[in-house]
Structure formats: C-alpha cells, structure tokens
C-alpha cells in the first residue's frame, strides 16, 4: 500500500511512475489519489480538533485538583470533562472512518514500479539480464513432458481429472518420488546452504494474510475461496507460500539487528486460473494445484536491491546444481505484478516446447506489502519504520519436474536422474518403462 504522506508532498512522481504500468487508466488514477488526499486532509482536521480538545482535556482536569485542594464544588467542571471525553470520542470515531475509506482506495492502488527497470507495455519489453547452459542437441524427436510421463507410468492426467476435473493430475512411482525429491533437494539447498529458516506454514489463511500481500483485494477471483461457518471468518487455500510466510511477522516490529531474515517454506499452492482457459491446456504447466517452495526475506530498505540480486542467485543455483539451462529476464513496468517494484522471471529451457518458459518469479516489493501489513522494523534507538518484503519461487517444483523430463530424456524414452538429485532417488539414476 503506498504512504499516503508520500503521495501528498510527492504526488507528481507517484503518479508518473504508476502510469508506467500497463492498464492504469488515467483519470481513474488522479480520482483515486484526489479522493485519498481529500480523506486524509479531513481526517488531519478532525485529529487536529481532538488535540486541541485533549488539552483542554488536561487544563481543565488540573483545575479539577485545584479545586477540590481548596474545598470549592467542582461538580460543573467535572462534567464539563466528560463533555470534552464524548466529543473527543465522537471525533475519533469520525477520523478512524475516514481513515478506512482513504485505506480502502490506497488497497486498489498497485505498487510504483522501480526506476531502474525497462519501460514497456509488455512482456515483449522485458530485459534479459543473463543466461546459463547450452540447450541440449538431440539426435532425436525430443517429446514433451506429457509424452514422457504418460510412456513412463509415472504422470496420469485422466485419473486426476476423474478424481477432481480439468487441470489436476496424478503422480505415479517414481514420477512421485521425483518430486519428493525435487522439494527436499530445493528445501536442503536453501536452508543448509543459503542461511534460510525453515517453516512448514499452513495452506488455509484468513483473509487479512492475502490482503496483506496484495492478493485481496483485486484479485480474489484468482484464489479458491473456502465456505465458512456463520460468524467464523472467511478463509481461502493460499496460491503461494508468499501469503503464510509473509504474515509471520504481520503487525509486528522486527528487531533492526535480525535483517535480513530469511524464510524458505514447501507448499502446496492453490489457484483457480481465472482468465487463462485455453491457455496451457495441456500437462503440468498450468494446474489448479501444484507444490513450489518459496523464499521470503524482510530486509532494510537500503540493503534490498542487493537482497534481491542475492536471492534471484539462489533460486538459480538450483537449476545450475540440476545442469538444466535457463535465463533470467528482468520484467518492465507494464508486465510486473500488481505489489512487485521490480521483478526477476527465471526461466527454464524446455524442449519440448523449444522456448524458455517461466519458473521462478523473484520480486521486491519495498515496503508495499509491509505497510499493508504492519510489519515494522526497529534500530536501537530509532524510530519503527516499515521493512521491505521479498519472495521469490525457489523453484516451482512441478515445473522443475517437466524441464528434468523433457531436458534429460532419452531415445527410448527413459530419463536420466540428474547427479544431483541421485541421493534424493535412493541412487536411482534412471527412469525407464518397467
């Protein structure tokens, strides 16, 4: 959520940095910011005349013990003091009403996209930052990772469908072992190389872990919402770790000494898909459940385009440890998402498809989410301010699953287990047709 201090003595830059992204409607955008500034310019009024009341407040209280030190009847002043408490009452109602209204507006607001990052309306500005491996020449028609799983017994789309409908799917043997293995070789990576904590968070929230993220509001079409029991709160299967992770520290202040802190998490995560029918429609690509494990990172705010750098290089390790090619782009203003201020995509060759295709998204959000979420931190002596939040994909695991099929598969369709992964797969080195 932007500041809405920031957006008063600094309106003209917020404004042309926010048109920099793509759908951003003009007019819309000076409306929103108008309505915002004129909320909070009344509520500074109204906070302004309970000063002013809680002084008098104050006087008049001290003449209250003046009084009764020299035995006068102080009954009038008395209740002139609960006069001033029922206005003071009333007007903080009134400001915190006019402060949910302006909270309201800000929370459909995206964040403002870095200035370093390219200009653009789409992902066809985006900028590729670098790129690791040679893709793999085959001798042979290469076949994708649905070909490859359904010869192997291991990938069953039609018995997910049955169980569940479109767009699930079923693991079998050792395509399952796969990508337990994958999740434990991503998960050990971080954590015992990398300096990350651990945690295995929930997967159902509640709805002020999204909003805090920036999921909700706009994009609750894009989550499964749960049915609640009347007077319990509204809940909903989380489409990333991001969520749970994130919220460890919601309204909470963060010793300054403690950053960055760093979080890896394995989830499953859940997304409805809403406006991408039709869209890769077939395999694991696009699949309403899938499991990632995730990186979170609260940082100061001085120290984290420099977080970024170095946990956009994690997520990456794990496709150099599994010697599978890729590239990392950095995303322009119109193709970043709704709470990102700058984003890496790391993309992994995939031959079946002869294209790079996404499979980390590594962001920084400054202090959008945390302001949105009331996560501070604090040095000695300071004053609290907001953290930065970052997160990445470290990686998504169905998708690091489909790129070791299609890049390690072999003329007779069997695939090899990449060396690395070995110890994970009981020493398994290959997966053929039994």
């Not at 793509?22 to 302004?48: F, I, P």
């Not at 793999?136 to 010869?151: P, Q, S, T, Y």
């Not at 919402?225 to 460890?248: C, F, H, M």
């Not at 000494?257 to 429609?281: H, I, M, N, Q, T």
Request: charged share 35%; glycine share 8%.
């Amino acid at each position: 959520m932007l500041d809405v201090k920031e957006i008063r003595t600094n309106r003209d830059t917020i404004e042309r940095r926010l048109l920099r992204r793509s759908g951003v409607d003009r007019a819309q955008l000076a409306r929103d910011l108008d309505e915002a500034l004129r909320l909070d310019e009344e509520r500074r009024a109204l906070q302004g005349k309970s000063q002013k009341l809680e002084e008098q407040r104050n006087s008049t209280s001290r003449e209250i013990g003046m009084k009764k030190k020299k035995g006068e009847d102080t009954r009038e002043t008395e209740a002139a003091v609960r006069q001033i408490g029922e206005e003071i009452k009333k007007l903080s109602a009134e400001e915190a009403a006019l402060d949910e209204k302006a909270r309201q507006i800000l929370l459909a607001i995206p964040n403002t996209p870095s200035d370093s990052i390219p200009d653009g309306a789409d992902s066809s500005a985006n900028r590729e930052a670098r790129k690791w491996g040679e893709p793999r020449k085959f001798e042979f028609k290469v076949k994708d990772h649905v070909d490859l799983g359904e010869g192997l017994g291991i990938l069953d789309f039609a018995r997910g469908a049955k169980i569940s409908g479109a767009r699930f799917s079923v693991l079998f043997k050792e395509g399952a072992q796969l990508e337990r293995a994958l999740i434990n070789f991503m998960v050990d990576l971080h954590a015992k190389e990398h300096g990350y904590t651990e945690c295995w968070p929930p997967v159902i929230v509640n709805e002020t872990s999204p909003l805090g993220t920036g999921q909700l509001p706009k994009f609750a079409v894009d989550m499964f919402a749960l049915e609640s029991r009347e007077g319990e709160p509204k809940r909903y299967l989380i489409p990333t770790a991001e969520v749970p992770v994130t919220n460890l520290h919601r309204d909470e202040i963060l010793p300054a000494e403690e950053l960055p802190k760093k979080y890896v998490a394995y989830s499953a995560c859940f997304r409805s898909e809403a406006g991408s029918y039709g869209k890769d429609v077939r395999g694991l690509i696009r699949q309403h459940q899938f499991d990632k494990v995730e990186l979170v990172q609260f940082a100061r705010p001085e120290e984290s385009y420099e977080v970024l750098e170095k946990l956009t290089g994690h997520a990456e390790e794990v496709l150099k440890r599994l010697e599978i090619p890729y590239r990392t782009v950095e995303l322009c203003a119109g193709d970043i998402g709704f709470s990102s201020a700058k984003t890496y995509d790391i993309e992994v060759w995939l031959p079946g498809s002869s294209a790079y295709r996404e499979i980390s998204s590594c962001s920084n959000f400054e202090d959008f989410q945390a302001r949105r979420a009331g996560i501070r931190f604090k040095e000695k002596g300071g004053k609290a301010r907001p953290v930065h939040t970052l997160n990445g994909s470290g990686l998504a695991v169905g998708r690091t699953l489909i790129a070791l099929l299609e890049n390690y598969q072999e003329e007779d369709g069997s695939v090899l287990i990449p060396v690395a992964l070995r110890p994970y797969m009981g020493g398994l080195g290959r997966i053929a047709r039994k």
